[in-house]
């Protein structure tokens, strides 16, 4: 594999762990603020991503896309444990906490998204020599696409995915206690999801949208 390709191997895995390490932050963070300290007694809503870091998820599989030259790159971070019993209301409640995840990844890439517009239009980019502005324009839509990517993955309604576990939240009770069952299968059913190119079709519709709006401001 040429150095350069290399290189970008390692910031798009770099990358999808700081933004699956705030993911699973952010789930803790919602949980403790509606009342369960479950993450937090366990030392769960920390930056340090040895705590967060899961050997398949966290560095094979994206690792294993990324050399296979795979255009969609996602992965995950150990799930931060959630008490439900302490919640008031357990069902919003979870449905909330499983939203902060994907919603803190959208956040992040339009962060990113509104530091390109602004470099773009005061011009920052320009003082930066070419090497180093090709390097930063490649960090940066690296950034927006992981933390896209990892965001809309997320959402997919199937449990354990945040969307199966907000889709359960917002079922009526008779019917999302057997659509929660479906969690035992849910790997099963997201890796038949991606085998059947369902996945990638969903997440390339998404990505090209992004992609477009881009090219708006890219220098």
């Known amino acids: 594999m040429p150095e350069n390709q290399i290189l970008s191997a390692a910031i798009s895995v770099a990358i999808l762990i700081v933004a699956a390490v705030l993911h699973e932050i952010s789930h803790g963070l919602a949980a403790y603020k509606l009342g369960d300290n479950t993450a937090r007694n366990l030392g769960r809503i920390t930056l340090n991503p040895i705590k967060h870091i899961d050997p398949f998820m966290t560095l094979i599989l994206p690792a294993a896309l990324v050399f296979s030259g795979s255009p969609i790159i996602f992965g995950g971070a150990k799930p931060v444990p959630v008490n439900p019993f302490n919640f008031k209301n357990p069902r919003r409640d979870m449905a909330l906490v499983a939203a ?54 997320n959402l997919f309604p199937v449990p354990p995915l945040d969307g199966g576990r907000i889709v359960t939240g917002l079922l009526p009770l008779k019917i999302a206690r057997p659509y929660a069952s479906l969690e035992r299968y849910g790997i099963l059913i997201v890796f038949a999801l991606l085998y059947l190119g369902v996945v990638d079709d969903y997440m390339r519709l998404v990505l090209s949208g992004v992609f477009n709006a881009l090219q708006g401001v890219l220098p």
Not at 111 to 130: C, N, Q, R, S
Not at 139 to 146: R, S
């Open 100 to 153: 902060a995840g994907p919603i803190s990844n959208f956040l992040l890439a339009a962060a990113a998204y509104f530091t390109v517009l602004l470099m773009g239009k005061f011009d920052l980019f320009d003082l930066l020599p070419e090497p180093v502005q090709l390097l930063t324009l490649g960090v940066i839509l690296q950034w927006i696409m992981i933390n896209i990517v990892l965001g809309i993955f």
